[in-house]
């Protein structure tokens, strides 16, 4: 019997290891299986097997191959790096949002007595010896693999000059990607280590002495009084992407003017009045809850950290001041339909997420709730409980949300809205039958915002409303197929009510009279909170001089 030759013997040792090598990188580049908790592999590379594979190069021509504890070392790291890519695809898949150590590792003990309870002592064992189990047997796979990868492969690759320039290249690819070269992102996957290191950033702001007012910048006194108000009730609107491309693109606000013009004879035809502005978001696009949460507490949060560290704080809101003054606070998220830990903070007196408003009517598009029927929902039950104190209310739309169709009709009888049949057949199909197209969004944008100015509309005209101050406030611009590149960050907000001498102080922070403000901001988002609070308050002395503290 012939002995190998030297071709079979080095194919024999590298193919397991180029076996290792893959399945060492499709575990760092997997990707989300929606809506499931499985993975599917993606052929992308992973920045951290590039770094892990050149740091073997580099270590075995320096110093041989790794040892026992350095292998040790490098299986325990990576079982956390593909931990981490597990978390960091599979929650915003299932849950909407980024995985946050602080406010997900707060609900493991609430998971584990949950399932402490279903399980007899025996099972709870059981599954607690499975999960080390797993975990032991994921790391001697780690562990083998880069074993296999370090021994059958560094020897062979160490001597070849083409090996050298191949990982020189990867390795440059990765530092290309982590500099943000978009070029890059076809080969490359999502690095997993700033996942970690923004995580270890939050937990040592919120635990450690301190933290938080080094991240933060210092809040808003909240300190004055709400009696400018009289005791009306607020509603506070955050309208889904309405930026100022309504204003700014010629092409969309010919689309939107008429509806805009229709809204503002509403208000004048109920016996009120609007002055607007515009003010920047902390965000473009997406990520709603920095523009949000920068309105709530007057703090920049442009930087995503500080929105995190923020909801860790005990820092004061808009919220917190209503309710120390005696109003209800009411939330309205008709975009959650999964647990929020994160509202704890918030402090809401009732809370109104996508299953409590309990919608029985069609399913239309990705954002399945007409804004109509959830607003209509809350006040249905807002005047169930009886009159009591004032309250503030606040409401993040989705009916402008990415892909911007097909659009719910709308429905001028208002207690048709709240059945299961709120629609006739005719409307509803045409709004059924108009699928979203991700190639073109301007149009379908237009339409968008228009509708919701037509529920606006119907709103005023409802006796609901009273006395109350309506606050209409976009979160941010659209993404950039309807903004275009180069688009400001500005966002109008639009301020209704029937008190004359309030809305004298809105104007006397910088609002125009009428639904088109001036084209200038008045500053960040958080800048407005503090135009809130001079308005709100009717503290001796006359209101601000125009434009006082606008900047």
Request: glycine share 8%; aromatic share 10%; charged share 20%.
């Amino acid at each position: 019997m012939s002995e190998a030759s030297p071709l079979g013997k080095r194919a024999g040792a590298i193919l397991p290891a180029l076996a290792c090598a893959l399945l060492l990188n499709g575990l760092l580049s997997a990707e989300n299986v929606w809506p499931t908790l499985l993975l599917k592999p993606d052929a992308r590379l992973a920045p951290e097997f590039v770094l892990l594979w050149s740091g073997l190069l580099v270590g075995y021509t320096w110093r041989g191959l790794p040892g026992r504890r350095t292998l040790n070392l490098l299986a325990a790291a990576y079982l956390l790096l593909a931990l981490g890519r597990y978390l960091d695809v599979s929650v915003p898949a299932l849950f909407g949002r980024p995985v946050n150590l602080y406010w997900d590792g707060l609900q493991l003990p609430r998971f584990i007595s949950v399932v402490s309870q279903a399980l007899p002592g025996w099972g709870l064992i059981a599954l607690a010896v499975l999960a080390a189990l797993i975990t032991y047997g994921l790391f001697r796979l780690f562990r083998s693999a880069i074993a296999r990868l370090a021994h059958d492969a560094l020897p062979w690759a160490a001597g070849t000059p083409a090996i050298w320039l191949v990982t020189a290249l990867a390795l440059a690819t990765v530092l290309a990607n982590l500099a943000g070269v978009k070029a890059t992102w076809p080969v490359i996957s999502k690095p997993i280590t700033p996942t970690y290191v923004r995580q270890a950033a939050l937990l040592a702001s919120a635990w450690l002495p301190g933290g938080i007012d080094r991240v933060l910048p210092p809040s808003p006194a909240f300190d004055g009084g709400l009696g400018a108000l009289q005791g009306a009730s607020v509603k506070l609107m955050f309208l889904e992407s309405y930026g100022a491309v309504v204003y700014d693109d010629a092409e969309i606000a010919a689309a939107i003017g008429p509806a805009h013009r229709r809204f503002e004879e509403a208000i004048s035809a109920t016996g009120r009045q609007v002055a607007s502005a515009f003010y920047r978001s902390p965000t473009f696009a997406g990520a709603s809850d920095l523009a949000h949460l920068s309105l709530l507490s007057g703090i920049d949060l442009s930087n995503p950290l500080r929105h995190d560290v923020l909801l860790t704080s005990e820092r004061p809101t808009l919220i917190s001041h209503f309710r120390r003054h005696g109003y209800e606070v009411i939330g309205l998220y008709p975009a959650l339909s999964w647990p929020w830990p994160e509202r704890r903070y918030y402090g809401f007196d009732q809370f109104h997420d996508g299953p409590a408003l309990r919608y029985q009517g069609p399913k239309i598009g990705l954002w399945w709730i007409p804004d109509q029927y959830s607003i209509a929902r809350t006040e249905q039950e807002r005047l169930a409980r009886g009159a009591g104190r004032p309250h503030l209310l606040i409401f993040p739309t989705i009916n402008t949300h990415v892909p911007f169709r097909p659009i719910p009709p709308y429905q001028a009888d208002w207690e048709r809205i709240l059945t299961p049949r709120p629609f006739d057949d005719e409307p509803l199909s045409a709004a059924l039958a108009d699928e979203a197209d991700w190639t073109e969004l301007r149009e379908p944008y237009a339409r968008a915002v228009s509708y919701t100015f037509e529920w606006l509309k119907g709103y005023l005209e409802q006796p609901w409303l009273g006395d109350d101050l309506l606050i209409l406030i976009g979160d941010h611009q659209p993404l950039s197929g309807v903004s275009r590149p180069g688009a400001s960050w500005d966002v109008p907000v639009h301020v209704i009510t029937r008190d004359t001498a309030l809305l004298d102080r809105f104007i006397a922070e910088g609002f125009k009279r009428g639904m088109e403000p001036e084209r200038v901001s008045q500053g960040g988002m958080h800048k407005l909170t503090r135009h809130l609070l001079r308005a709100f308050d009717a503290s001796p002395g006359p209101p601000p001089s125009p434009r006082a503290g606008s900047g």
